[in-house]
């Protein structure tokens, strides 16, 4: 190990790196060049840091990146004013902090919204994430190629290197036929990889919106209510603690634990106004609808009955 290392343990550096590398990928991500002057690389920091925030990802994820700059360029040790105080910020109020689980009525009400506007690609990535415990970034990067589709409506996601997969791909195994036909569809049409071809940012942007119109902003739904809130209806339903934790990809027990009873706990006291409740029953029968009309075209095209 280089004499400026000694001290410091092979698993803190690797959370190092890797959170040097998830903050140089965000400014990749967000079209944002590397700052050369100090005061600019704190905006920048600061930035990441409450897209963290947004993100409910780990504090530790903050803690990392700001400990990370700190070794690993020791001259910007006392440049980061800004990114501290959003750090101070935060631990000030993380504990209480938790997405909001998103129930199934809305999200699939979002998603009808999102195909009556001719968002068929939002809408799929929405529900495919919704059933599989997406996190955010790893929905709005989704590829065809990553997806195989089987006629039994089962869909396999390969998911590259996430937070916790130590840098190796992950296998996700979901069954649903209705959303099995949407990204089938969604693929012979294709014109690219990509399945949504759209940033982070426009994804939550996009979300606002719909949950806007359904009257839902007072519910303060995040883009991370998706990946909660899928896991947690599942939990609610009876699904396994094991499948849970594997679909969900959690390392730590003890953890998975909490945040699935805690929002489980938040979406059995969830209520909606009654112009909500109308607008959540109309919108959810339109992706059925939609998904329906799709199998009953493809069952038709191979000669199959309905």
């Not at 809305?106 to 990535?125: D, K, M, P, R």
């Not at 996190?135 to 089962?154: A, C, I, N, P, Y």
């Not at 059995?268 to 607008?279: C, K």
């Amino acid at each position: 190990m280089a004499l400026r290392f000694i001290g410091l343990k092979q698993k803190t550096l690797r959370c190092y790196e890797r959170a040097l590398k998830t903050f140089f990928d965000f400014l990749e991500e967000e079209n944002i060049r590397l700052p050369s002057k100090p005061r600019k690389l704190d905006e920048c920091v600061a930035h990441f840091l409450e897209h963290l925030f947004l993100e409910d990802r780990p504090i530790t994820y903050a803690g990392h990146t700001l400990s990370a700059f700190r070794r690993f360029y020791p001259h910007l040790r006392y440049k980061f004013p800004l990114s501290r105080q959003y750090f101070s910020n935060w631990k000030s109020v993380h504990v209480a902090r938790q997405a909001v689980p998103l129930p199934p009525q809305a999200l699939f009400a979002i998603a009808g919204v999102a195909i009556a506007c001719s968002e068929f690609s939002y809408a799929a990535i929405l529900l495919v994430g919704f059933l599989a415990f997406l996190r955010t970034s790893e929905m709005v990067h989704l590829k065809f190629s990553q997806v195989h589709v089987s006629t039994d409506g089962t869909i396999v996601l390969v998911l590259p290197s996430s937070k916790t997969s130590r840098d190796k791909p992950e296998s996700i195994s979901v069954q649903d036929h209705r959303i099995a036909v949407l990204l089938s569809w969604l693929q012979t049409s294709a014109s690219t990889d990509q399945i949504w071809n759209g940033s982070v940012p426009q994804f939550r942007a996009f979300l606002a919106r719909f949950c806007e119109f359904l009257n839902l902003e007072d519910m303060n739904f995040s883009a991370y209510s998706i990946r909660r809130g899928g896991a947690s209806s599942a939990f609610l339903r009876g699904t396994s603690f094991d499948q849970l934790l594997v679909t969900g990809r959690w390392q730590s027990i003890k953890t998975a634990r909490i945040y699935l009873d805690t929002g489980r706990a938040a979406l059995i006291q969830q209520s909606f106004s009654p112009r909500s409740t109308l607008l959540l029953h109309h919108f959810s029968s339109v992706v059925l609808s939609y998904c329906n009309q799709l199998r009953k075209r493809r069952l038709a095209s191979t000669g199959s009955k309905c």
